[in-house]
């Protein structure tokens, strides 16, 4: 009975030990700098949408890109579709051979007419449409239902638009899109320094002159929320040689609940819901100081409080996890008391059972 005891008040510490004193209300409040991208990933989205938004139409030619062409005034140069060369040329009839790679749709236009000027024409008309943009490419890999290499398309050219392309999401999806930006600027030319920019909507952000920090891929989380004024990272415009990778995303549930461990992240995923998955909570769980633990940007860690029980009866607004997050259901020093005696005899008396059967 001693050793019941002893047990017994074992059992109560450490439930003592696992509660937690500050009140759920007051622990939810997330700082904002960490709920959405830091000030210096801020500044390369503010960068790029405001560059390549600019440059949009201005995609450079290259080896496989198909082109329209018409002459005005020229029924045999009317609707000529050309493939450009692996060379980066193309070749039109009476024209002959022009090069058109690592020049924007305006410039190849001038170039022909130019030709036409010289040649053949007093005062040439030249269109020239892009019906697929073979050359600038994308590579999307990760939680998307089909990974690979994607031509860029007029109706294709941001983020979110290529990843769509790819399929969307899987169910294995995480929260997070890291995404690489192309590190040549306009029409394959190197990217020159910037120190800011400045637009009506946004404020002037610092451009990271780190190159460590240029190459390093941008966080996208996708259901963080948006500050006032800042553009959404997954309209970026895309660029050929960008590089989109979807996370497989996993948090975990521990503590007091039916079947602890590792689940796969969907956006979307709460609190509540990852107790639901992980089989519901056991009876000395205090579902009022429910824990997720978070990982930080700058790496370090934060432990946000929650009262599930409030949750689960609509007092209280459930909180969306992150991927990564740890949500623990500790002990409630209360319930470990009756807990720690039913368990105790419970398992008295299944082994004084056993070894009344074995004896028999």
């Not at 010289?118 to 008309?125: I, T």
């Not at 602890?260 to 995923?269: D, K, N, Q």
């Not at 860690?301 to 990564?324: M, N």
Request: charged share 20%.
């Amino acid at each position: 009975m001693r050793t019941v005891l002893a047990f017994v008040l074992a059992a109560v510490a450490a439930g003592c030990a696992g509660s937690r004193g500050p009140t759920p209300r007051e622990d939810l409040r997330v700082p904002a700098a960490d709920r959405g991208p830091s000030a210096r990933e801020q500044a390369r989205i503010q960068e790029l949408f405001v560059a390549r938004t600019r440059t949009a139409s201005d995609y450079c030619l290259g080896p496989g890109d198909v082109l329209t062409i018409s002459v005005f005034g020229w029924e045999a140069m009317r609707d000529q579709q050309v493939r450009v060369s692996p060379t980066g040329t193309i070749d039109l009839p009476l024209v002959g051979s022009i090069p058109v790679a690592g020049r924007t749709e305006g410039q190849a236009r001038e170039a022909i007419e130019q030709r036409l000027r010289k040649d053949l024409m007093r005062d040439p008309h030249v269109s020239l449409f892009v019906q697929r943009f073979q050359s600038q490419q994308v590579s999307v890999t990760g939680a998307v239902a089909r990974p690979g290499l994607y031509s860029l398309t007029r109706d294709n050219r941001t983020i979110y638009d290529v990843i769509a392309q790819a399929g969307g999401l899987t169910d294995q999806a995480g929260g997070r899109i890291l995404f690489s930006p192309a590190t040549t600027g306009h029409c394959g030319a190197p990217s020159a320094p910037r120190t800011s920019v400045q637009t009506a909507s946004l404020r002037t952000a610092s451009v990271p002159t780190n190159a460590a920090d240029a190459l390093a891929p941008i966080e996208i989380e996708v259901d963080a929320p948006l500050a006032a004024g800042q553009p959404n990272p997954l309209a970026i415009p895309v660029v050929g040689g960008d590089s989109i990778v979807v996370t497989h995303g996993r948090f975990m549930v521990d503590g007091w609940v039916q079947r602890p461990g590792l689940y796969s992240f969907t956006p979307g995923v709460t609190a509540f819901g990852a107790m639901t998955v992980a089989g519901g909570a056991l009876f000395p769980a205090d579902l009022r100081h429910a824990e997720i633990i978070r990982a930080k940007r700058d790496g370090g860690k934060e432990v946000l409080h929650i009262d599930l029980e409030s949750v689960g009866t609509g007092q209280e607004q459930d909180v969306s996890l992150r991927e990564g997050d740890v949500v623990r259901l500790n002990a409630s020093p209360l319930k470990m008391i009756p807990y720690s005696v039913y368990w105790t005899f419970n398992n008295l008396f299944r082994v004084g059972a056993g070894v009344s059967v074995a004896g028999a």
